[in-house]
């Protein structure tokens, strides 16, 4: 239904609270955007009776809310201190497969282990010929699975030197939660593609994808693991407040490449990532735009008697839009931000309307326009990006029909050109409408439906996001920019190589 890439996961882990499972299932529902798909939580606790330690583990399709519905999977299953929980969406196919729904739970040599993975292992087909060619049998389709079958492989006989080793063979991006029966452990590789963050909560520490996941928890924010990094929290780090770290030797030529697209459109506004918070990258986004496309170049008549509103495509597109009026408003340009659609919240990824399955219907389900905002005026529809430009049309015509004096759109970020490979579900490159009519700008307006189309620049981009106190030069623009930092090879299907 929706015409924006997904992404793939979202995790979360806390160690030695005695509301272990709650705070991960919270932490869980305020990262239900980076996966809907399925959700579960791994916990551990010794067993005083059996003399050993358990690691219950809970998880099923569905959104957090429905998975873990009733008090007794908190209270009687999910028992112990210390918890990981994985939110996840994936492609169709092995979507249907139970057995990739994380996070995974083992028992081996050195004891339990649960791993909860976001990102797309770019080596994941070489590791997997390997295991193929010793005979290891595979539980899932998902390259989740290579990480537990190299912690289990290897020779070193302490487990952290396990984990470390598997580390060093695994490459493309990866932020993984691993829980074991004393220790929880959370990477970011050396890229750091993904965002993850160190919190605390009541004293003792947390982690999650996004920190919007310690807000709902009532849990401080740290830092941000870094590029990387392997930060282990266990007894002696809770009780000296300090977590022990470790780094991940990179390879040769590494270099640091965050997804810029996590401040274009994936994380939530109100989280913190990659050092700043995203609602302030995307208002520098909107204010870009205005610098480079002022609305006095956009609509055809400023002086007509209504002032041009701009509207967003909620709620991705909502600070981009505020921070484009305001711009424009600070550079004298008259215009308003008005709420021009309503987003409909209640509509799951699986709704089906009754009788009608058209796309323009399901656009219909999700977004209505406001008539009285719209009619008469000169439109200006912000949007954050625009994949295959199915909803755009939809959109635009639903906004055609309330009459306005013109409609014109403009996007904030650039024209997406090419799909992700370290964790992002996108369309192949034939599929986005920016190559499907050779990036050529005024077909695209033609082919959505509007007066005219404005993207802003791969330079406008990266200068907006240089506020975060990183070089732009750390940032991933592969999906703008068709330069990949990190080789892909993954050489399987991708419903055999489920991503997460
Ligand atoms: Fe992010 Fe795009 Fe790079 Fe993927 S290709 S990591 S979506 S910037």
Same mark, same amino acid.
């Given at each position: 239904?929706?015409d924006k890439?997904?992404?793939? *996961?979202?995790?979360?882990?806390?160690?030695?609270?005695?509301?272990?499972?709650?705070?991960?299932?919270?932490?869980?529902?305020s990262?239900?955007?980076?996966?809907?798909?399925s959700a579960?939580?791994?916990?551990s606790?010794?067993?005083?009776?059996? =003399?050993? /330690?358990?690691?219950?583990?809970?998880?099923?399709?569905?959104l957090?809310?429905?998975?873990?519905?009733?008090?007794?999977?908190?209270?009687?299953?999910?028992?112990g201190?210390?918890?990981? =929980?994985?939110? $996840?969406?994936?492609?169709?196919?092995?979507?249907?497969?139970?057995?990739? #729904?994380?996070?995974?739970?083992?028992?081996?040599?050195?004891?339990?282990?649960?791993?909860?993975?976001?990102?797309?292992?770019? /080596?994941?087909?070489?590791?997997?010929? $390997?295991?193929?060619?010793?005979?290891?049998?595979?539980?899932?389709t998902?390259?989740?699975?290579?990480?537990?079958?190299?912690?289990?492989?290897?020779?070193?006989?302490?487990?952290?030197?396990?984990?470390?080793?598997?580390?060093?063979?695994?490459?493309?991006?990866y !932020?993984?939660?691993?829980?074991?029966?004393?220790?929880?452990?959370?990477?970011?590789?050396?890229?750091?593609?993904?965002? @993850?963050?160190?919190?605390?909560?009541?004293?003792?520490? !947390?982690?999650?994808?996004?920190?919007?996941?310690?807000?709902?928890?009532?849990a401080?924010?740290?830092?941000?693991?870094?590029?990387?990094?392997?930060?282990?929290?266990?007894?002696?780090?809770?009780?000296?407040?300090?977590?022990?770290?470790?780094?991940?030797e990179?390879?040769?030529?590494?270099?640091?490449?965050? !997804?810029?697209?996590?401040?274009?459109?994936?994380?939530?506004?109100?989280?913190?990532?990659?050092?700043?918070?995203?609602? %302030?990258?995307? $208002?520098?986004?909107?204010k870009?735009?205005?610098?480079?496309?002022?609305?006095?170049?956009?609509?055809?008549?400023?002086?007509?008697? %209504?002032?041009?509103?701009?509207?967003?495509?909620?709620?991705?597109?909502?600070?981009?839009?505020?921070?484009?009026?305001?711009?424009?408003?600070?550079?004298?340009?008259? !215009?308003?931000?008005?709420?021009?659609?309503?987003?409909?919240?209640?509509?799951?990824?699986?709704?089906?309307?009754?009788?009608?399955?058209? $796309?323009?219907?399901k656009?219909?389900?999700?977004?209505?326009?406001?008539?009285?905002?719209i009619?008469?005026?000169?439109?200006? #529809?912000?949007?954050?990006?625009?994949?295959?430009?199915?909803?755009?049309?939809? @959109?635009?015509?639903?906004?055609?029909?309330?009459?306005?004096?013109?409609?014109?759109?403009?996007?904030?970020?650039?024209?997406?050109?090419?799909?992700?490979?370290?964790?992002?579900?996108?369309?192949?490159?034939?599929?986005?409408?920016a190559?499907?009519?050779?990036?050529?700008?005024?077909?695209?307006?033609?082919?959505?439906?509007?007066?005219s189309?404005?993207?802003?620049?791969?330079?406008?981009?990266? /200068?907006?996001?240089?506020?975060?106190?990183?070089?732009?030069?750390?940032?991933?623009?592969? *999906?703008?920019t068709?330069?990949?930092?990190?080789?892909? /090879?993954?050489?399987?299907?991708?419903?055999?190589?489920?991503?997460?």
């Amino acid at each position: 239904m929706s015409d924006k890439p997904r992404e793939y *996961c979202g995790i979360f882990g806390i160690f030695d609270h005695p509301e272990a499972a709650l705070a991960t299932y919270y932490g869980l529902h305020s990262l239900q955007h980076r996966g809907q798909e399925s959700a579960g939580i791994v916990t551990s606790y010794y067993d005083e009776e059996k =003399g050993r /330690n358990i690691m219950p583990s809970y998880k099923d399709f569905g959104l957090v809310l429905n998975v873990f519905n009733k008090p007794k999977i908190m209270n009687k299953i999910l028992k112990g201190r210390s918890a990981i =929980g994985h939110n $996840r969406y994936s492609t169709s196919g092995s979507s249907k497969n139970p057995a990739n #729904i994380q996070p995974f739970r083992v028992h081996y040599r050195s004891g339990n282990i649960a791993i909860g993975h976001n990102g797309n292992l770019s /080596n994941a087909k070489q590791i997997r010929d $390997r295991f193929r060619k010793e005979g290891v049998i595979f539980q899932s389709t998902s390259d989740t699975e290579l990480i537990l079958h190299l912690i289990s492989h290897s020779i070193k006989q302490d487990q952290m030197g396990q984990i470390m080793d598997a580390l060093h063979q695994i490459e493309g991006a990866y !932020c993984l939660v691993l829980l074991t029966d004393d220790k929880l452990i959370a990477v970011r590789d050396p890229n750091g593609f993904r965002p @993850l963050a160190l919190g605390k909560k009541d004293g003792k520490f !947390c982690v999650a994808s996004e920190t919007c996941a310690f807000d709902i928890n009532d849990a401080e924010y740290i830092r941000d693991i870094e590029p990387g990094e392997v930060v282990v929290i266990d007894k002696e780090a809770t009780e000296k407040g300090e977590v022990k770290s470790y780094f991940i030797e990179p390879k040769a030529g590494t270099q640091t490449s965050q !997804c810029i697209f996590e401040y274009v459109y994936f994380s939530r506004p109100d989280s913190m990532i990659f050092g700043e918070m995203v609602d %302030k990258i995307r $208002r520098n986004l909107g204010k870009a735009l205005a610098k480079e496309h002022p609305i006095d170049e956009v609509v055809s008549n400023m002086d007509a008697d %209504k002032k041009p509103v701009v509207i967003s495509v909620p709620d991705s597109s909502n600070t981009a839009a505020i921070g484009y009026a305001n711009e424009n408003l600070k550079m004298g340009k008259e !215009c308003k931000y008005d709420i021009g659609l309503i987003r409909n919240h209640y509509v799951g990824r699986t709704f089906i309307s009754p009788g009608q399955k058209s $796309r323009e219907q399901k656009v219909r389900t999700k977004f209505n326009p406001v008539r009285g905002v719209i009619e008469g005026r000169s439109v200006i #529809i912000v949007d954050d990006s625009i994949v295959r430009g199915t909803t755009s049309r939809y @959109l635009v015509d639903m906004i055609r029909a309330c009459n306005p004096a013109e409609i014109h759109f403009l996007v904030s970020s650039p024209p997406i050109i090419s799909p992700c490979y370290y964790g992002m579900d996108f369309p192949t490159p034939e599929e986005l409408i920016a190559n499907k009519f050779d990036r050529n700008v005024e077909k695209i307006a033609e082919e959505i439906g509007v007066d005219s189309l404005r993207y802003l620049s791969a330079d406008g981009l990266v /200068n907006a996001v240089k506020e975060a106190n990183v070089s732009e030069n750390d940032y991933c623009t592969a *999906c703008f920019t068709g330069n990949y930092p990190v080789p892909v /090879n993954f050489g399987v299907e991708k419903e055999e190589n489920e991503l997460v």
